[in-house]
């Protein structure tokens, strides 16, 4: 079955700490898709990255980089020197089952909370 | 370009009042999808469409209905408001099948006294 697990609920960290949240996967698809969502305390949900299953290269974009290890099921998510305005909700998430052809259903981990202290 | 546009942004219904909450997408995209937030649960999702005219269940649908008459709008119709409807509830699209990013709206908070 298709899952996603992001087992730290809440962290707390002091500006320019760096920072990693962890998101393990299952999944049945030989190719797939992962996703990194943040949610600020607006709440709208923005589109952080997208990453193909057969590329296990790290990315990296300006203080965020993921890490993606096929081999550990993990696509984790690291903040560089941190800041206030990192403070979010952070999703993993992961197509689930096909309808159709379409396999744009993602589901979503329970998402980590990060305040980031100044 | 608005992009997706849910309405209202909060609402207050008493037990068994019905409501639709209202979505429409500007990019022309044909997959659509609502989904509701509770705390410390993530999202789920509550039915999705694949284009006009087609719509299927998700994870949660119990409790509510949508229809698809145009590529642009999505309505989420609740019947019979219950407080375990109490949620925020997003509406997202995409461009195509094959794991496009999902373009959210702002979202719908919604309250079931």
């Known amino acids: 079955a298709q899952k996603v697990t992001q087992a730290q609920t809440e962290i707390s960290v002091v500006e320019k700490e760096d920072v990693t949240l962890d998101c393990v996967y299952e999944t049945r698809d030989t190719t797939y898709y992962l996703f990194w969502y943040k949610q600020p305390p607006s709440g709208e949900l923005v589109f952080l990255i997208r990453r193909n299953s057969f590329d296990e290269q790290n990315e990296i974009s300006g203080r965020y980089s993921w890490n993606f290890q096929k081999s550990t099921s993990s696509f984790n998510f690291t903040i560089t020197a941190s800041q206030v305005v990192d403070s979010a909700v952070y999703f993993c998430a992961l197509p689930g089952a096909s309808f159709g052809g379409a396999t744009n259903k993602l589901i979503f981990g329970t998402g980590t909370l990060l305040a980031v202290q100044p | 370009n608005a992009g997706v546009t849910q309405t209202p942004k909060f609402r207050i219904l008493k037990i068994g009042q019905s409501m639709t909450l209202q979505c429409a997408q500007d990019m022309n995209h044909n997959y659509m999808y609502w989904y509701r937030q509770d705390p410390g649960m993530g999202l789920k999702l509550i039915y999705y469409?694949?284009?006009?005219?087609?719509?299927d269940k998700g994870e949660v649908p119990n409790g509510y209905n949508v229809s698809r008459s145009t590529t642009e709008d999505f309505p989420l119709r609740l019947e019979l408001a219950a407080p375990s409807q109490t949620s925020v509830y997003f509406c997202a699209s995409s461009y195509q099948e094959g794991n496009s990013p999902l373009h959210f709206g702002n979202g719908t908070r919604l309250t079931v006294t």
């Open positions: 469409s694949v284009g006009a005219g087609i719509t």
